[in-house]
């Protein structure tokens, strides 16, 4: 099956820094790939996701880079503000029959420090 | 609408006790999941249905058992609990998109003595 690896497990970055998460995956026929965040006592949401067409994504400070050929990923966060304190979770997944099997990664908390 | 509903929210039980875990959603999604959450894993997939009447192992399913009752709902049933299971147990839900984003409840968290 497939397998997520997740680094780093913790992360300081001061207020305005960027902030740079990296996943590795083992199964070259995944296909998608999705960011969560999960603040402390909250359910898991999605905040980026990529396709396996694509090779960069940017939505307003948040941005993933996927690079199929070495099979790793990226969570980059810039202007960091305290809001964005969370565990944050990669994941990769391909589709098995009707449903798609995401596998996550063990987590990066994340500390934005004042 | 309120998305996946999961409960109960906090349980306490002794080793070799069962229960279920209730999911319900409203979203018409057609694919439900039931992950754990332990420190330092991630998240886990326990179980999955990828559609009414139908349900797969995923990657932890040993000690569960999981019922698809409905399109709606998803349980999770612990038939001999075991500290081992103490977790934090996420049920998601997903519809047939090409993306599969992950809808979760607000996580169930239970201790086995």
């Known amino acids: 099956g497939e397998n997520v690896e997740q680094h780093p497990s913790t992360l300081s970055v001061q207020e305005g820094d960027s902030a740079v998460i990296k996943c590795t995956y083992s199964d070259s026929a995944s296909n998608y790939f999705p960011w969560y965040k999960q603040e402390l006592g909250k359910r898991p949401q999605l905040i980026i996701d990529i396709r396996s067409n694509v090779g960069e994504k940017k939505d307003q400070r948040i941005a993933v880079t996927l690079n199929k050929t070495a099979k790793h990923f990226s969570l980059h966060i810039t202007e960091t503000q305290p809001e964005d304190s969370a565990v944050y979770f990669c994941a990769a997944s391909v589709t098995s029959g009707s449903a798609r099997q995401l596998t996550f990664g063990s987590g990066t908390q994340l500390t934005v420090l004042p | 609408n309120a998305g996946v509903t999961q409960t109960p929210k906090f349980q306490v039980l002794k080793t070799g006790q069962s229960m279920t875990l209730q999911c319900a959603q409203d979203m018409n999604h057609n694919s439900m999941y039931w992950y754990r959450q332990d420190p330092g894993m991630g998240l886990r997939l326990i179980y999955y249905?990828?559609?009414?009447?139908?349900?797969d192992k995923g990657e932890v399913p040993n000690g569960y058992n999981v019922s698809r009752l409905n399109k709606r709902e998803f349980s999770l049933r612990l038939e001999s609990a075991a500290p081992s299971q103490t977790s934090v147990y996420f049920c998601?839900?997903?519809?047939?998109?090409?993306?599969?984003?992950?809808?979760f409840g607000e996580g169930s968290r239970l201790t086995v003595l």
């Open positions: 998601a839900s997903s519809a047939l998109t090409d993306t599969g984003e992950l809808f």
């Open positions: 249905s990828a559609s009414e009447g139908t349900t």
